[in-house]
């Protein structure tokens, strides 16, 4: 009888299954016996236990900030809000003193507080799980802050916001029409732009997965077609996404052949330079079909009122 044998994992294949699932955005933050202070990005928070009240979070083992996570006393939980994208990019970067110019203050243990989150937990240190390649950290509450502001959503690369479903109105109001073409939502610009990005969004993502790219592998391709020589940091302005996203889209490209890595700078290959082409050609046709039926004068106008909400 021979025993069976797991089916083989793609890691990459895997990871983009994963980001399937949205997660809030939080920064750890804890505070060393030397003094020295230690905050890591992280999306792999949770609830545990109400009775007692424990939350979990996981750090690769390898880290260099695992190790003063594994010896702090305390460690503290800071729920981003949805305006605090910079600070999760901030936390995501190596560098030599993440909170240098930062306002923060002191909570249990020393572990820094941030202003302005959408909520905090300030953790008594539980317990310390394995994980395979990473420890789960899990924390007793032993206080926390609600601010009740919307926080920062993370979903397949890409930052987010929280939005009510429109179906979450229905009947609501009975003085809001069910029919969103006629009632408030669907006479709401914002609520019209939010669909009408989605629903571009939705019918473009295959296309792009069709020659074997995510949305974010895509954008990537698309910016240093016409921006070649950009960091990861300059990167990000371009995609609305965080930096270690960026990274391991960038991984990703690098391994394929598609980009190639000068110094801290990113360029695309001759493969990429023909990727870029193909990509926009899907995204040119795209638009094509989505703006069918429309004057040329009407889509300029479009074009236009983008510009002026950009500004």
Known sequence: MTMMTRPAIDPKAFRRALGNFAT?????????????????????????????PLILWSSMKEA????????????????LAADQMDMSNHFARQQPDKFAGLNYEEGLGGAPLFPDC????????????????????????????????APLIFHQGSYGMVYNHPDAFANSDPAVSEDTGTGRIGNHGFFLMLQAVRAYQARYQPKME????SVI???????????????TEQLVT????????????????????????????????????AQATRCWRVAEAHADEAFAGLEPSQVDTFHEVLRHLIR
């Open 238 to 273: 371009h995609l609305h996404t965080p930096e270690t996203e960026a990274h391991a889209a960038l991984v990703n490209l690098e391994d394929r052949g598609l980009v190639a890595q000068d110094g801290d700078c990113y360029a695309l290959t001759e493969a990429g330079h």
């Open 118 to 149: 959408a909520g905090r937990f300030q953790c008594e240190s539980y317990a310390k799980l394995d994980g395979g390649d990473h420890w789960i950290f899990v924390g007793r509450v032993v206080g926390f802050d609600d601010f009740g502001r």
């Open 64 to 79: 260099r900030s695992c190790a003063i996570f594994e010896s702090a006393t305390h460690f503290a939980v800071n729920i």
């Open 217 to 231: 592998e895509a954008r990537i391709l698309l910016v240093l077609n016409d921006l070649a020589g950009l960091t």
């Open 24 to 52: 809030g955005v939080t920064i750890i933050t804890a505070r060393a016996t030397d003094g020295s202070t230690v905050g890591v990005t992280a999306s792999s928070f949770n609830s545990l236990s109400m009775d007692p």
């Open 210 to 213: 069709a020659l074997g790219l």
